[in-house]
C-alpha cells in the first residue's frame, strides 16, 4: 500500500535552514507529483509547493516562495522540502502528500498523505 | 492569497444531514471543476473525501457528496455518524497567486 514517511523536522532557531525528507512506497514514485502542506498549531492546512513527477516544474505558494525549494530524488523515492529564514509562523506540521496524478497531467488532488513531521522554530 | 471561506463549525445528530459551504471567487471555486474536499482527524492523514467537485474516491462512503454553484462549493454528509466527527477543508486550483488553495476549515461535531 502507499506509504509516505516524514521526517526531519524538530526544534530550529530563528533565521536558520531546514530539509525536511519524505520516504515514499507502494507505487512508482516518479510517475506521480508530490506536494508539501502544512499546518500551524491551531490553523488550518496551507498548501505550500508541488513538483512534477519529473522534478521539470515546481510550482510555490506566494508566502514560502523565495524561502522554500521543493526537489525529488527519483533514484531513491524521496521528496525534499528545504525552509530558510525560518520565523516563528513557520511552526507546525509539515505533509508530504501525492498527487492524483494521470498519465503524467498533474490533478492536484491529494490523494495519499503521511503522518507529517513537526517543525518547531524557537530560540 | 486568501483561503476560501468555510463556516468555522458545524453540528448535527447521527443520522442528520449536514453541509458545509466553500466560498471563493471566479479566480477559484467559481472558475473551475476543480474543488476538492479533505476530512482530517487531529493528530492523523488528511483523507481525500472528494474530487472534481463531486467525485468520490474509492473507499469513500456515498454519504458523502459534493456540489458547487457559482463561486460556492459545498460538501453534504448524510446520515451522519459518530466517525464523521472531525475538521474537513475544501480546496481549489487557483488562478490569482498560488494555484492551490485551502479553505479556512470546518469542525463537524456530531451532537
Known amino acids: 500500500q502507499v506509504q509516505l514517511v516524514e521526517s526531519g523536522g524538530g526544534v530550529v532557531q530563528p533565521g536558520r535552514s531546514l530539509r525536511l525528507s519524505c520516504a515514499a512506497s507502494g507505487f512508482t514514485f516518479n510517475n506521480y507529483g508530490m506536494h508539501w502542506v502544512r499546518q500551524a498549531p491551531g490553523k488550518g492546512l496551507e498548501w505550500m509547493a508541488v513538483?512534477?513527477?519529473?522534478?521539470?516544474?515546481?510550482q510555490y505558494a506566494d508566502s514560502v516562495t523565495g524561502r522554500c525549494t521543493i526537489s525529488r530524488d527519483n533514484s531513491k523515492n524521496t521528496l525534499h522540502l528545504e525552509m530558510n529564514s525560518l520565523r516563528a509562523d513557520d511552526t507546525g506540521v509539515y505533509y508530504c502528500a501525492r498527487d492524483l496524478t494521470v498519465s503524467g497531467v498533474l490533478t492536484f488532488y491529494l490523494d495519499s498523505w503521511g503522518q507529517g513531521t513537526l517543525v518547531t522554530v524557537s530560540s | 492569497q486568501s483561503a476560501l471561506t468555510q463556516p468555522a463549525s458545524v453540528s448535527g445528530s447521527p443520522g442528520e444531514a449536514i453541509t458545509i459551504s466553500c466560498t471563493g471567487t471566479?479566480?477559484?471555486?467559481?472558475?473551475?471543476?476543480?474543488v476538492s474536499w479533505y476530512q482530517h482527524h487531529p493528530g492523523k492523514a488528511p483523507k481525500l473525501m472528494i474530487y472534481d467537485v463531486s467525485l468520490r474516491p474509492s473507499g469513500v462512503s456515498n454519504r458523502f457528496s459534493g456540489s458547487k454553484s457559482g463561486n460556492t462549493a459545498s460538501l453534504n454528509i448524510s446520515g451522519l455518524q459518530p466517525e464523521d466527527e472531525s475538521d474537513y477543508y475544501c480546496?481549489?486550483?487557483?488562478?490569482?497567486?498560488?494555484?492551490?488553495?485551502f479553505g479556512t476549515g470546518t469542525k463537524v461535531t456530531v451532537l
Open positions: 471566479t479566480s477559484d471555486v467559481g472558475g473551475y471543476a476543480y
Open positions: 480546496a481549489s486550483y487557483s488562478t490569482r497567486g498560488t494555484p492551490y488553495v
Open positions: 513538483i512534477w513527477n519529473d522534478g521539470g516544474k515546481k
